[in-house]
Every structure is written in C-alpha cells, then in structure tokens.
Nanobody
Framework: QKQLVESGGALVQPGGSLRLSCAAS????????IGWFRQAPGKEREGVSC??????????YYANSMKGRFTISRDNVKNMVYLQIDSLEPEDTAVYYC??????????????????????WGKGTLVTVSS
C-alpha cells in the first residue's frame, strides 16, 4: 500500500532552519514525481516544490515565491524526499505535506505541471515559526 509519512516539523525561531523528511513506502519514489505543498491556518494550499526525473536526469522546480530559501532533494536508496527550509519566517508557519503523482514515470517540465499532478499526500508535519 502506497504511503507517505512526513516528519521534522517543529517550533523554530525566525531565521532558523529546518529539514523536513518524507518517507515513502509501498512504491519506488524515484519513479514518480514528488513534491511539497503547505497549508497555513485559514489559508489556501500553497505549492512549494516538485522533483521529477527521467533516464537519470533529475529536475527540481519551485514556486516563484519559494525560490531561494527552500531546497528539495531525494534519496533514492532510502526512498525519502526532503525539504530544507532556511531563514524561516513567521509566514512559513503551516502544515507541510509531501505528495506524489499517482502515475508512474510521467515527466514534467515546469513547476505548475509537476505540482498539478500531485494528488496523493501524507498527513503532514507542522512547522511553527515564532519567537
């Protein structure tokens, strides 16, 4: 059974850093597009980043507003995906979800297409940025 489990969320002071982790089970993560989105209390879901690969080449995409402080990465051996967040701001407070494409092997050439394909996600991990 396909499963995604996020972890690493915490209470962090502004300016700090966090690395969120997402463990995939029941499928081989490298064969699927996978990414992160977040949802703050009372706000719409917001895409963060997406990663996809084909024939050994890996493509990473970020929402325009997320470029610079967010870094997505994937460990195919551990079947994990990560999201590094630096220079955290109170506005980053949200539940962060990792999500995957349900269809194996599809490749996307921009963030919007990759993010729109993500339709299976975990339960999320809470990041709170506050002094």
């Amino acid at each position: 059974q396909k499963q995604l489990v996020e972890s690493g969320g915490a209470l962090v002071q502004p300016g700090g850093s966090l690395r969120l982790s997402c463990a995939a089970s029941g499928f081989t993560l490298e064969n699927y597009a996978i990414g992160w989105f977040r949802q703050a209390p009372g706000k719409e879901r917001e895409g963060v980043s997406c990663i996809t690969s084909t024939d050994g080449d890996t493509y990473t995409y970020y929402a325009n507003s997320m470029k610079g402080r967010f870094t997505i990465s994937r460990d195919n051996v551990k079947n994990m995906v990560y999201l590094q967040i630096d220079s955290l701001e109170p506005e980053d407070t949200a539940v962060y979800y990792c999500a995957t494409d349900r269809v194996r092997g599809r490749i996307y050439h921009n963030f919007a297409a990759c993010y729109d394909a993500l339709d299976y996600w975990g339960k999320g991990t809470l990041v709170t940025v506050s002094s």
